[in-house]
C-alpha cells in the first residue's frame, strides 16, 4: 500500500499492513502482566503523530540500543484502533539513512522553497564585488564543508525558523531587510557590501551551536561558547588566511558579528560600533519577532478565541481578527 | 551686495554694507556704561550664526517686543570684526513673511528634495484600494487643513529627522522599511493596506506635538497628552465619521497607532496586538535610530579621533573609519 | 420550597423538588454509555457553585445554543448527594431575564450598600462648582447613557474591586484619599474642583473594557485600546462640545487619567505633570493595594498558617495574627 | 537701627552701622596683597543671604575657631555696596545662643505653625487607648529627651520637609492620610491605633539621622546605619522595657517602621507585611512627593517659562498654569 | 535487630519486628471504608524515606495532637512490602528527647566534622587580640546562652548550607576567604581584627530567623523583622554594655552587619561603607554561591545529562563533565 | 643639579637651571600678542605635573610633530614661579628612549615589586602539573611574543589596578582568593589546575585591548572587539595547536574566559557554566573592587570629610575613620 504520509492512514486501512517512513521519536519499554516487555513506539513526520505497539521488543533490544535522538525507520505494520485513534501494530522496523529520505517530508520545512532560497543567496552574494570580501563568503559558506550544513540548519531552537532550512530563510529576510535600509539611507557601495557579509555570517555558527535535525538541542560546545563568540571566531580566523584582508573591514565584520544581539544583555559582548552593524541588528530582531508571531498565529489558528494566547518571547497575547 | 549665506561673508567685506535674510534667533538687551540700552542679535541660516550689534535698539524697542521664539528678518548692516570673528553691525531690520523665504535655505532640511519626498508619499498612497482607508489618510493628510504641516514639520526635537520635512522623509522611509517587510512575510492584502495607513498615522500627531519650526520644543498640548494620544483620538474621530469604517480595521490601526513605541516604558499605552502594529514598531525604530547615528557621524566628522563621542540616545560611540 | 441560596439546600431536601435562581457559568455536553448525551452544568450564586445534572439535553438543545457566558436561569429540579455532595437533577430550565433578579443575590457584591455609595458620590458631585466641570461630569457620569454601567461596573477583573459595584466603591475611595490630601495641602479651590473631576473620570472607561458582570474578561476594544486611552478620548470630546470649557482645565484633566498610572511602565503614556495628578495617581495606588490585601486576607482566613501565601500583585505574604 | 530681616537693609542705609542677627554659613580666610589676612563672611536669613567683609580677622582668629557649621552670630557693621550688592563691613560679631533668637527668623519654618502642629499631634495621641502603645509613644516622643528634636527637626536634608519643624508637619500628614484610609477601609481600632504608633514613629530616627538645623547633613551614625535602623532597634528597647508589650503588636510596629520605605531598593530590609505597614508605606510616599512638586513649584514661580524644569527625584516637569 | 539506617531495612526481614529512630515527618489520618480511622506515618533520616502504617491511631490520639512539626521517634514496626516498597506496620511508636540521638544520623549534616569546625572557629577567634572586640564574640557567640544554637543552625532554607552545622560551615568558609582578601590587600590589624568579628557575627541572628532542625522554615520574628536587622540590634545593645567599647569600631561592625546582602535589593538597608564591610560582603556571597553549586551538581549526578536543569539561585545550568 | 623627582624643585632653585626627565603630557600652541606662537607643556612624573613655557616653538616645530600621546623627555630650564607655582621655561628638550628610564619613576607601579610579583606568578605556575595545561600557559604567557606586555600593562585604564604592572599584580591576586576558594571547597586536582588556567588567562587579551603605558586608552581592536572575545579567541587557537588539548579542558576553560564578568549585562556573551567559571568570577570581581576602594580612599585621605566623595563604579562614599 502507497502510504506517503501518517494522515493518510485512515479507518479504511483497518487490520490492513502497511509500510511507512518516519521519524522514531519516542520509545518507552514496558512490561505485561506476564512480566514480558514490549515497547510504545511513537513516530511522526509532518502530518502527524502515532503510536506503534512493539510486541517483539525483548526479540530485538539491541536494535533499539544505542538509537539517536531522533532517527528515521521504515516500519511495517498492521492498523489498528484504540480509543478511536488509528494505531499500528509494528511487524518489522528498519533504519533508514536519512539520504534515503525527502526530510522536507518528516519534518516542518521552510514554504519558501529550496529553489527560491538558493537564488536568493547568489542575489545577495553577486552584490559583493570586493575580491576579500566574496573570497572570505567562498570559504566560510559556498565550499563543500559548510554548505550543505549552512543550508539545511534551523535557526532556532523553538519560537522562530526552527525547521529545516530555516537559517537559510532567516539569512535572506535578513538580507532584504537590511539591504532595503542601506541602499534606502544611501550607504556607500562599500559599506553596503560589508553590510551583505555581515548578514550572511552573523549567524553562521548556529551550525555548530545546534545538533543537526531532526534532533532539537544544543551541542556542548553551543551551550559552553555560544555561537556569537564561534562565528566570530572561525571568521577572524579565515580573515587573517586572506591576504591583504582590509584591516578595517575586518574590524566593522567582525563587531557586526560579535555586536548582532545589539544588547549585552542579549548576550552580545561589545555594542554594534558601526551603522551598518546596527541595521544588521534591527534587521536580525525584525526576521526573527515577525516570524514567530506568524508561526504562533497559525498555530492557534483553530482556537475559537479571539486572542491567541500570550506568546512568551513577544510578551503579549494577539489579535486573530481581520486578516 | 548679492549675499546668499552669511557664510559668504568674509573679509574682504570689512565696513561695507551687506543686506542678508536669516533667522533672528536670540536677543540680549544690554546696558552701556553711559546707560543707554543696545541689543546683541544672534542670527543663523544653514550656514553659520553671526552676531550683530543694534545699538537704536532704545528706538525701536516695539520691534522686538511680541516677536515669537524664531522669526525670519532681513537686516542691512555694516561689515565689522571682533576678536577675529566677522560681525555685523545692524542699520536696518525689518520682518520678512516666511512665505517670501525658502525655509531650507535659513534651516537645515532633508537632503531627499521636496519632489522625491512627495512621489514617495503617493507611490504608498495609490498602493491602498479598501475605500474607507483612502478615506481615512484623505481626511487626515491630504487635506489642506493638515498638508502644510504634515510636509514640513520635523519628527522630532532632535538626535533624529529634526529638520524642515523631517516627519515627510521619517514616514516614507518607515513606509519602506514596513512594506518590504510585509511583502516578504507575505502579509495579506488587507493587513498591507492597514500597515501602509498606519505608517502614514503613526506620528502624525507630531504637527500638534511641536510648535513649527524654525522654533524647536514641544506645544502645551505636546507635553500634557503627547502625540500617542493625540494621534490615536483624532484617527478614531475620523474613523467614526467615515460610514462603515470596518470594526476590525479601526481596532488595528488605533492598536498600531498607540502601540507603535513598542513597549509601555517608551510610552505606548498598550502593546502591539497585530503583526503589523509589530512590523511598524520596528521600521519605526530603524529609521530613527540609523538617521540619529549618519547625522551623529556627519557632525562629528571633523574631529581626529578614531571614535565618534557618546551618542547618547544609542549609549555607545561610533567607528568613523572605513567609509 | 422557598430557597434563596445554593448553600440553604441541605440532606434535609433529599428527594425532593426545589426551584433555584442562579448563574449558569458551565455546560458540559457527556455521552452515556448508551451513545445518549447528556449534560453536567454548574450553577453559583454568592453562596456556592452546585453541579446539576440534565438528562434532557438531546431533547432541548436549542436552549443551550448561543447561551452567553453567563446566564441567570431558573431551575426546578430534583436534590440528591453524589459523593457527599449535594446535587440537583434538573426537571425545567428557563432564562430570566437580569432584570427579574437581583445581581447581589448571584455575584460578589459591594459591601458598602448601594445607598451609602450613591450618597458619596453625591457628596463629592456637589462640591464641584464650576459649571463647565459640573456639565463634563453630568454628561460622562450622571446620563441615562453611563450611570447604569458606571454605578455596576467591577474596577478590575481580578485582586481588588472585582465585584458588582467594585467601579463606583473605587471611586469613591479614591475621592476620599484624594480629597483629604488636597486639604491638607492646601490646594486652591479650582485645583480641588479639577481634582474631585480627574478622579471621577480615571477609570471610567473601565465601563468598555471590561464585559459587564457576571461575565469576567476584556472587551476586543479593551484589549487594543486599554481604559486609559478610551476614557481619555471620550473625556476630549465631551470638553469640546462644552462651550468655552477652560484650556488649562482641559489639558490638565486630560493629563490626569492618561497619567494616573503614575509610570509609563504602567501604562500611563505621559507622566503627571501637576500635582492633582500625581494626587489622583497615589489615591488609585492606595485603592486598590489596601482592597487587593483586605480581600486576599479574608479568602485565606481559614488557612491555619501564621502567613498568607504570597500576593502575587503585591509580591509578598502577609500575617494574619493581631486583628 | 531696627533691623529685623536682612532684605530690609537698602541703598538708604548707605554708610550707616546696623545691627543684624543672622547665621554664619559660610567663612573664607583671604590675604591681602600686603600680606594681610582678612575674611570674607556669608551670613543669611529667611529673607536674604548677603556679603560681609571682616577685616580684623587677624586679631580674632580665635572666634572662628571650633564655629560649628552654622551659627547664629549678632554683627554691628556699615552698609556699602560692591558691584550693586548690598554688602557689610563687619565692626563687632558675637555668638548668639540659639534660644535667644527665633529659629523660624533664621531659617525656613513650617508654615502650619506650631501650634497647629502640636494640636494634630495630641489629636492623634488621644485616639491610641491601649495602654502599653500609649507608653510606647510617650517614652520615645512625649519625653524631655526626645520632645525638642522630635518637635524641630527636618524630615529630609532636600527636596521636602527640609525645614524648621518639618518633621513634626510630615508626621501629622502621614497620620491625617493613612487615618482617613484606616476609618474608610473599616480597619478593627487595634489595627488603627497600631497604625497611628507606626505613623509617629516611623522616621523617629531622623533626628538622630540628621545634624540639628540650621546645619543640613547626616550624622556619621545616619550615614553607617540610617534612620530604619536606628528607629526600629530604639524602638525595641523600649517595647521590651513595657511590661506585657503585645508580642503581635510588636512584630507589627517594628516591621512598619522596617517596611516604611515600602521595597528592598529604596532600603526597608523587610516588606511590609501588614495592612497597617502598607498604608502607613503608601501615606508617607504622599506626604513626600506632594510636598516636593509643591515647595518646587513655589521655588520656580518666577519663571517665565510654561513648564517647570525637572524635579529630579520625580523625574518630571510640571505644568504652571491653571492655578 | 538492630537497625541503625533506614536503608538497611531490606527484603530479608521481611515479617520480622525491627526497632528504628528516625524523625515523623508527617501524620496523615485516614478511614477505612468501616470508618475507622488509622494514620499513614512517613519517617525519615539521612538514608531514606519510609512509609509506615500505624492501625491503633484511634486508640493513641492524643499522642500525635501536639507533636511538633517534625519530631524524634522511635517505632518498632513489622516489615512489609506494598507496590514493590518496604514498608512498616507500627506496633509501638514514642517520643525520644532529640540528646538522646545524634541529630547527624536523621539529618543531613556538615561534611566537614564538628571537630574540624570548632578548631578553625577557635583559629580566627584567636586572632582577635582587641578586649573589646573579643568580649563582643564572647557574649554573642561563645557562651552558653547561644553557642548550641550558632553552631547547630542551618546558613539557609535551601539552595546552600541548609543543613546541621551548616551556619558554621558557612562562617568559617567567610572568614577563609575575607582573611585571605585582607592579608593581600594588606588591610591595618585593626581592620583585619574587626573585619574577623564582621565574618563571626553577619548571620548570627539566623539562630532567631530560623526554626531549629529538623523543622525547615521561618519563625514569626524571622519573617517579619529579618535576621539582618535583629543581629545588628543584638549586637548594638551588647557593644553598649561593654565599656569603652570603641565608637569607630561599633559603627563599621555595625555597618558591616547591615550591609552585608550588598545592595539595598537584597536586602541590605544600607550599602557597604568600608573595604571591611565590603570584603565581608563578597565572600558571604562566594561561600553561598559556590556550595550551592557543588550540592547541586551531587545532587544531579545520577542524571544522564551532560547539564544540569537549571539551578533557579544562579539562573544556569552547568556542564557536568570534566570533574 | 641631580634632580630626581618634580616635586623637589622648590624655590631654593628660583632661577637656576635643572634637568628634568618627565612624561610630556600635553602640547599647547599659543600666540603672543606679536603674533609669535610658543607653547605651554605639561610634563609630569609620579611625584607631581609641571607647566613649562617654551618660547622657541616656532624654531622646533617638526619635534612635537609626530609625537605620541605621552613621550619621555629629558628638559633643561630655568626654575621660575608664577601665581605661586614652581614652573620651568625649558631651554632644550629631547626625547628619550623608555628604555633608558624607569618607567616606575614617571609613572604610578605597583608596590608589590616586580620581585614579588614576579615569585607569585611561578608559584601557582608551578602547580600546574597537567602538560597540556602548562603548554597552554608558555605559549600565552612564558613567551617572548607576550611576557614583556603581559608583565606591564595596567589591568583597567581607571579605578582599579590602573598602573605599571597592574595586570600582574591583578592576576595574582585574583589567583590567590581563587586558589583559597579552591581548596576551601575541596575541589579535585583537574578542577584546581583548569581554574589556575584560567585566572592567568581571564584579562590576557587586555595587553590587546589597551594601549601601551605611559598612554591611556584604547585600541581600535579593543573597542570594537573587547578582551574577553580576543583572549578566548587566541586561547582556542592555542589550544587546537597543542596536540591532545583535552576537549572539556578546551570548552570549561573558554566558558570560564567567555564568562569572567559574571553576567550577560556585564559583557560576557555566555554564562559560568562551571564552579571554576564561578569562582573566578567572584575573584576577578573582589580584587577590582577592593583595590578600587583602596585606591580611591588614598587619593581622598587629605580631605577633612568624614566619608570620601561617592565613588561612581561602586555607588557609595566610603568611612574614612578606623584605620
Not at 510486541?55 to 484504540?82: C, H, P, R, S
Not at 553596503?192 to 555558527?205: N, P, T
Request: proline share 2%; aromatic share 10%.
Amino acid at each position: 500500500m502507497d502510504i506517503k504520509l501518517l494522515k493518510e492512514i485512515n479507518k479504511n486501512h483497518l487490520n490492513c499492513i502497511v509500510e511507512v517512513v518516519a521519524l522514531l521519536v519516542e520509545v518507552k519499554v514496558r512490561t505485561t502482566k506476564t512480566e514480558k516487555q514490549y515497547a510504545d513506539l511513537i513516530i511522526q513526520d509532518t502530518s502527524k503523530k502515532m503510536e506503534v505497539k512493539y510486541w517483539e521488543y525483548e526479540d530485538n533490544k539491541q536494535f533499539f540500543e544505542g538509537l539517536g535522538e531522533a532517527t528515521v525507520v521504515k516500519i511495517k505494520g498492521m492498523v489498528g484502533e484504540y480509543q478511536g485513534q488509528i494505531q499500528l501494530t509494528c511487524k518489522q522496523i528498519a533504519l533508514l539513512d536519512s539520504h534515503e529520505v525527502r526530510m522536507a517530508d518528516l519534518i516542518p520545512t521552510s514554504d519558501w522553497g529550496l529553489d527560491t532560497l538558493q537564488k536568493g543567496l547568489r542575489y545577495f552574494y553577486d552584490k559583493v564585488e570586493a575580491p576579500h570580501l566574496k573570497s572570505l563568503l567562498d570559504q566560510m559558506i559556498f565550499t563543500e564543508e559548510y554548505y550543505e550544513r549552512f543550508s539545511t540548519y534551523p535557526a532556532a531552537r523553538s519560537v522562530h525558523h526552527n525547521f529545516y532550512h530555516g537559517l537559510l530563510q532567516h539569512v535572506l529576510e535578513v538580507l532584504k531587510f537590511a539591504y532595503t535600509v542601506a541602499t534606502t539611507k544611501k550607504l556607500t557601495t562599500r559599506q553596503q557590501e560589508r553590510l551583505i557579509v555581515m548578514c550572511f555570517l552573523h549567524d553562521w555558527a548556529k551550525i555548530f551551536e545546534y545538533k543537526p535535525l531532526p534532533t532539537i538541542g544544543f551541542t556542548e560546545e553551543g551551550t559552553m561558547l555560544g555561537h556569537i563568540f564561534l562565528g566570530a571566531h572561525k571568521s577572524m580566523n579565515v580573515m587573517e588566511e586572506i591576504e591583504g584582508f582590509d584591516h578595517e573591514d575586518k574590524l566593522i565584520i567582525l563587531n557586526g558579528i560579535l555586536g548582532h544581539h545589539g544588547k549585552l544583555e542579549y548576550g552580545s559582548p561589545v555594542l554594534p560600533k558601526t551603522v551598518e552593524a546596527q541595521i544588521l541588528h534591527h534587521a536580525d530582531c525584525i526576521s526573527g519577532d515577525i516570524e514567530s508571531i506568524l508561526s504562533f498565529m497559525t498555530e492557534q489558528e483553530e482556537s475559537e478565541e479571539t486572542f491567541t494566547s500570550k506568546l512568551w518571547n513577544m510578551g503579549t497575547d494577539y489579535y486573530k481578527k481581520g486578516r
